[in-house]
């Protein structure tokens, strides 16, 4: 079984399956199983792009920090010991 935690809504999916793309997603909302409203979804999809793009951005800075370092020639441990 496989949930993922949205806020206060659970989506629980016990098909592991090809999903159908063009289906909302199923949620639990403690009395019912029921497909995700209009506005759920949306704030659902919302949430998947603003997570991709954090992610990204977490990378980015990761890359950028290694290149700083690489340019100076120091390791991330000697950095540590330098600004301790």
């Known amino acids: 079984m496989l949930v993922l935690a949205l806020s206060q809504v659970l989506i ?3 098909d592991m399956e ?3 793309m063009t289906t909302k997603p199923i949620v639990f909302d403690g009395a019912e199983h029921r497909e ?3 506005v759920e979804f949306a704030q659902y999809e919302a949430d998947q792009i603003t997570n991709k793009a954090q ?3 977490a ?3 990761a ?3 290694q290149a700083v370092l690489d340019k100076l020639g120091l390791t991330a441990d000697e950095v540590a010991a330098l600004l301790s």
Do not use: C, F, P
Request: aromatic share 0%.
């Open 12 to 14: 629980v999916s016990t």
């Open 18 to 20: 090809t999903v159908d």
């Open 36 to 38: 995700m409203t209009d």
């Open 55 to 57: 992610v990204k951005a």
């Open 59 to 61: 990378a980015d800075k």
């Open 63 to 65: 890359k950028a920090k």
